[in-house]
């Protein structure tokens, strides 16, 4: 049978009527908050700390000295070693002395010789046979060698060295059978008694932001969770040739029983160039990628509700979280968790559950009747 196109046309209206009619007036709005991305944010927020100076060194006494001969020689023996216990006046190292006995032999042999021209002149000069200038240089010559003498003879003395006080032995740099120099070091020894101090480098930009006597909180790694009040007391004038960097010294008030030198730690140091803008932190699961000092985060509008990406300078890693030096204010907003699942102006809902959140967008949708 044939259809009448005006009964095509009365269908085709009433069919797009009946389905306007069924339309749920808040069903497009329903469809996308059902769209947005469910997401967990946290706030750029102080950072308590973040400004202070990090330096990380090592635990040595506060009283140490490093020993070395007076003179030159030939090393006959070093008697300690490191981390051996010394006492007061103990002999830690020797010389050998035949060449300084050798030497001390001729200037008394010499000495002897120039008293014997002056008891042998003075008769002499008595009778008129022998000059005054000839006693005088004589009598000068004598001088002489009992004073090169009495120098040979002190210099026995300075073929040993003893411990200054009780302690320990913190290094040794010769052996036995090395020709020393004056003033080479020989050994390093601690002088008990003295507590310890840390001693750390610092690069140019972070040594030109303390002063003596700010104060420090010292962690030691033998120590992890104890922390231990610190003031500097030093602050080398040059950095070091090797390193490049700054001496620090730091002393330490109080440390645990046990603390010995070598323990390592760090030390966070008051800076003295505060400027009362507050330094921020983010965590780090905000961090999407990153590029050396920077990386990129996706910010939150409240007011649209949706999240972009913006790229923002970052710092140290400090626990959990990333300093962040510039691109975020104070109470910004980011996404935390949930990033993966977003595009650029993507539509989000916050919640305080992103696994639940997300299980329950997954769940199948019950047939309304």
Known sequence: MAVSPRLVLVATLCG??????????????????????????????????????????IVRPDREGVLSFKISG????????????????????????????????????????????????????EKGFASRQAIQDAETAR????????????????????????????????????????????????????????????????VARIRIGAEARVTLDAFPGREIAGTVRRIAAASEARTGTFEVEITLAETPEGTASGFIGEARIDPADTTGTPVLAIPATAILEGHGSTANVYLVDEKTMTATQKRIGIGRV???????????????????????????????????????????SAAPEVARP
Do not use: W
């Open 16 to 57: 797009g009527l009946l389905a306007g009619c069924g339309e749920d007036p808040g069903e497009s709005e329903t469809g996308a908050a059902d769209n947005a991305v469910p997401v967990m944010v946290a706030e750029a927020r102080p950072a308590p700390g973040a400004s202070d100076v990090t330096a990380y060194g």
């Open 74 to 125: 030939l090393v006959k023996s070093i008697s300690v070693d490191e981390g051996d216990s010394v006492e007061k006046g103990q002999i830690l190292a020797e010389l050998d002395k035949r060449e300084i006995d050798a030497d001390a032999r001729r200037a008394a042999a010499v000495a002897a010789k120039a008293a014997r021209d002056v008891e042998r002149l003075k008769p002499l000069f």
């Open 143 to 206: 001088d002489q060698a009992m004073a090169e003498r009495t120098r040979v003879e002190f210099n026995r003395t300075l073929s040993r060295i003893t411990a200054p006080a009780d302690g320990t032995v913190l290094a040794r740099m010769a052996e036995p059978n090395e020709i020393v120099s004056p003033g080479e070091p020989i050994l390093t020894v601690s002088q008990g008694g003295g507590g310890f101090i840390m001693k750390a480098g610092l690069a140019d930009r972070d």
């Open 318 to 360: 400090s626990g959990e979280e990333v300093i962040v030096e510039q691109g975020l204010d104070e109470g910004d907003r980011v996404v935390s968790a949930g990033a993966p699942y977003l595009r650029d102006g993507a539509k989000i809902r916050i919640v305080t559950d992103l696994k639940a959140a997300r299980a329950e």
